[in-house]
C-alpha cells in the first residue's frame, strides 16, 4: 500500500509539474502576446500619426481647406491634428491613437525659396539704358541695347557690355502644342536624354538666342544647350554654339525660358541645324518640353537619343515637333555715347566716351578717349538674358494668393504687416506710415507709394520678398509701380524687398514703373524688375539693383551693387513653396 500512495504522490508531483510548466508556458505566452499587441498598436498609431503629416503637408502645400485643430479616423485608428504658425513656419503636431495606445509626430515646414543671381549693378534688356546728368551706376552694367548717356556726368563706374543688336521676332519658331515629351529620365528601359529639335534658318546671321517652352518635375540642375550641325538627318557631333538653361527660371508649370549663347552662333540661310539640350539622367527630377505630335512643322521635326557624344549615337523620333524659337542677330548696330566708363567698355560702337580701361569695338570715334588698350575688331558681346522669369513670377503670384485674397483696393494702415496676400484691386501705401512686409504680394491693379511711406523687409526673415505688380488681363494699362517723394525701402540683414512689374509700356512719362524724388536718399535699398517695360528714376533715389527691359536713369538717380546679390534668394510663399524642415517622432 506504501508503494501505491508512493506512486500516487509522485503522479501527483509530477501533474503539478506540468501544470506549474504549462502555466509558466502560458504567462510566458501571454506576456509575449501582450508585447506583440503592444508593439502591433504601437506601430498602428505610429503609422496614423504620419499619416496624419502627410494628409496636413498635403493641404498646407497644396493650398487646400484645414482647420487649426481638426481629427478623422483611418481604419481602426483615429488621427488628431495642430496646425501652429510661428515665425514664419508652419507646426504640425498628429497624434495618431488606437485602444489605448497613442504615437505623435511633428514636422516643421518653411516657406521655400529661390536664388536668383544679380551679377550686375544694372542688367538691360533690348529697350537699353538713357543716362542723365549725374545718374551714376555703382558697378558693372550688362544691356542688351545701347547706352546713351550726357556726357561726363553720366558715370558707370566698373564695366559697360553692351550686346550686339537682334532683330524683334523669331526667325523660326513652333509654338502649337497638344502633348508633352518628357525627358532626362527612364522609362521602361529606355532612356529618353538628350532632346532636339530641327529647324532651318531663313537668313544667314548669328543666332544669339532661343527660347524653349518647357517645365520640370522635382528640381533638375542646370542644362547645358547646344547648336549641332545636321548630318544626313540626324543631329551631328559638330557644337557650333552652347548656352545654360536656368533650372531655377523653369517651373512645375509650362512657360517660354530664354537661353542665349555665348558667343553667338554663326549660322547660313537654308542649312539644316539642331537645337539640343544635353542633359543629366535622374529618374524624379527631369524635365518636360511642349509637343505638337502632328509634326506640322515643315523645316524639321524633334528627337532623342540616351547619349548624343557616344561613338555612334542612336536618335529616335519624339513623334512630333518641339516648341521654340530662335532669335537671329539684327542690323543697326548697338553703341556707348557720351558715358564716363571707371573701368572697360565693350560695344560696337563707342562715341564720345571717358574710358579708364580698356575699349573693346569695332567702331570708335576721334571723342573717345581711352585710357587702356584699344581692341578694334573685337566680336559684339553676347546677348544675356534677364535674371527673372516669367513663370518665377507667376510662382510667385501663386504663393501671394495662398495667403488669402483682398477683393478692390486696399490701404493698410499705418504700422501694420502685410503678405502673403493677393489684392484684387490698386495698393496704396499709407502716407507717413510704415508697413512691414511678411511674405510676398501680388497686386492686380497698379502700387503707389508716396509722402514718407516706410515698406521695410520684415527683421526674422531669412529671404527676400517680392511685391509683384501684374494683372495678366491688362499689361498694358495695369500693374504699374510708382514710388516717390521720400518713399524708404528698408531691407534686412538676410534678404531684399523685391518691386516687380509686368506692365509692358515703354512710355517715359507713364512707364511701368516710376521712382522720383528722394526715394531711398540717403542709402540704397531693394531691387527694382520690369520684365517687359520701361522703369524710370529720377531725382535722388538710390538702389542695389535694377533691371528690366528698359532704363531711364534721371538726374542724381543711383544704383549701388551689392555683392552679395550674385546669390540673392526670395521667398516663393506658401501657396507656391513650403518645404520640410523637419519630421521627428516626438513621444
Known sequence: MSKG??????????????????????????????????????????????????????????????????????????????????????????????????????????????????????????????????????????????????????QITGDAWVAGSVVGQPDQQWTTQDSDFEFGLRKDDIYYLDTAQKFIPSVSKTLNKVSLYLKKVGSPPDQTVRILNDNNGHPGKTVLG?????????????????????????LTAGQSYWLMIDVSRNDNNYWVWA?????????????????????????????????????MGGESPTFIDSVSIGASAHANTLSDCIISGDAYYQNIDAQTQVSGEKYPGSQDPATKDLPISLAQISEWEQ???????????????????????????NLTFPGNGTVTIAGPVWVVGNILATNNVKIKLKSDLGSGVAIVADNPADRDDQGKITLSNNTVTEDNSSGYLLFVSVNESLDPYNPAITISNNVNSTQAQSIVFALSGLINISNNAKFKEISGYGLKLNNNAQIVYEQGLINASFSTGPGAGWQIESWQETE
Open 5 to 154: 500512495f508512493a506512486a500516487f504522490y509522485l503522479t501527483i508531483v509530477v501533474l503539478a509539474l506540468m501544470a506549474g510548466i504549462a502555466g509558466s508556458i502560458f504567462l510566458v505566452s501571454r506576456a509575449q502576446f501582450l508585447i506583440i499587441q503592444n508593439s502591433v498598436k504601437s506601430n498602428q498609431a505610429f503609422f496614423a500619426a504620419e499619416s496624419g503629416i502627410e494628409d496636413a503637408v498635403f493641404r498646407i502645400k497644396n493650398n487646400k481647406k484645414y482647420d487649426a485643430s481638426y481629427s478623422f479616423p483611418l481604419g481602426k485608428t483615429n488621427i488628431s491634428l495642430s496646425v501652429t504658425s510661428q515665425s514664419g513656419e508652419k507646426i504640425i503636431r498628429s497624434t495618431g491613437s488606437v485602444l489605448n495606445r497613442s504615437q505623435t509626430t511633428t514636422a516643421v515646414l518653411k516657406t521655400g525659396d529661390q536664388t536668383i543671381s544679380f551679377y550686375y549693378g544694372a542688367q538691360v534688356d533690348r529697350g537699353g539704358l538713357t543716362m542723365s546728368n549725374n545718374a551714376k551706376v555703382v558697378g558693372n552694367i550688362y544691356s542688351n541695347g545701347s547706352i546713351e548717356g550726357s556726357g561726363s556726368s553720366s
Open 399 to 425: 504663393g501671394a494668393e495662398g495667403g488669402g485674397v483682398i477683393n478692390g483696393n486696399y490701404q493698410p494702415s499705418a504700422d501694420s504687416v502685410l503678405g502673403p496676400v493677393k489684392i484684387n484691386g
Open 291 to 327: 509637343k505638337d505630335s502632328t509634326d506640322n512643322y515643315s523645316q524639321g521635326t524633334g528627337k532623342y537619343s540616351a547619349d548624343w557624344s557616344a561613338k555612334t549615337p542612336v536618335w529616335n523620333n519624339v513623334n512630333g515637333d518641339l516648341n521654340f524659337k530662335t532669335i
Open 242 to 266: 552652347s548656352g545654360t538653361l536656368t533650372a531655377s527660371k523653369v517651373t512645375n508649370v509650362y512657360s517660354w525660358v530664354d537661353v542665349s549663347f555665348d558667343p553667338p552662333s554663326l
